[in-house]
T-cell receptor
């Protein structure tokens, strides 16, 4: 059973560019959450998708947007990249109805903005 | 003030030691408390979760929650070099998880 997968593993962009990160959830999971983890910090919640809709959003600007597809996979898009967007971007999936909101994380995509 | 506070360490212990990792939090609405382990350049891996106050044991790991003090702990007995990682506490805030900054643990052989 494959866990959560993310692509690409690493990405280097320059300021002002746009980036798309991809996530496939664990088999049987239909909810996908995205987190940003800066160096030396804990993950910060960006947003969560369920039934192709954004269900909850954290304190991130509109430059961060997402999408969920009918097969439950998801994309995170970041526009007008800033140096401060350099971080590890983590995708987490969970089955609907998990009482304690257990989330399984992928290995992450490391984004470097120059 | 952050919702969840965690000492970043690093915490360095000899092999076989008992390790105590802690977090404090400010939001009394949190009900589920989790500990994740994160190895370098990997995603977080769920170790344990606890609902409300109380203790939970799993092998060498024990999680404690004291909601009256807004304080949670993770104890690791007989620590091994393979336990060297960053340990993140997390709590459920609606549909999202709220994480501490993580404590770096180094177990020396």
């Amino acid at each position: 059973d494959a866990g959560v997968t993310q692509s690409p593993t690493h990405l280097i962009k320059t300021r002002g560019q746009q980036v798309t990160l991809r996530c496939s959830p664990k088999s049987g999971h239909d909810t996908v959450s995205w987190y940003q983890q800066a160096l030396g910090q804990g993950p910060q919640f960006i947003f969560q998708y369920y039934e192709e809709e954004e269900r909850q959003r954290g304190n991130f600007p509109d430059r961060f947007s997402g999408h969920q597809f009918p097969n439950y996979s998801s994309e995170l898009n970041v526009n007008a990249l800033l140096l401060g967007d350099s971080a590890l971007y983590l995708c987490a999936s969970s089955p609907l109805g998990t009482s304690y909101n257990e989330q399984f994380f992928g290995p992450g995509t490391r984004l470097t903005v120059l | 003030q952050k919702e969840v506070e965690q000492d970043p360490g690093p915490l360095s212990v000899p092999e076989g030691a008992i390790v105590s990792l802690n977090c404090t939090y400010s939001n009394s609405a949190f009900q589920y408390f989790m500990w994740y382990r994160q190895y370098s350049r990997k995603g977080p891996e769920l170790l344990m979760y606890t609902y409300s106050s109380g203790n939970k044991e799993d092998g060498r790991f024990t999680a404690q929650v004291d909601k009256s003090s807004k304080y949670i702990s993770l104890f690791i007995r007989d620590s091994q070099p393979s336990d060297s990682a960053t340990y993140l506490c997390a709590m459920n805030g609606g549909n999202k998880l709220v994480f501490g900054a993580g404590t770096i643990l180094r177990v020396k052989s």
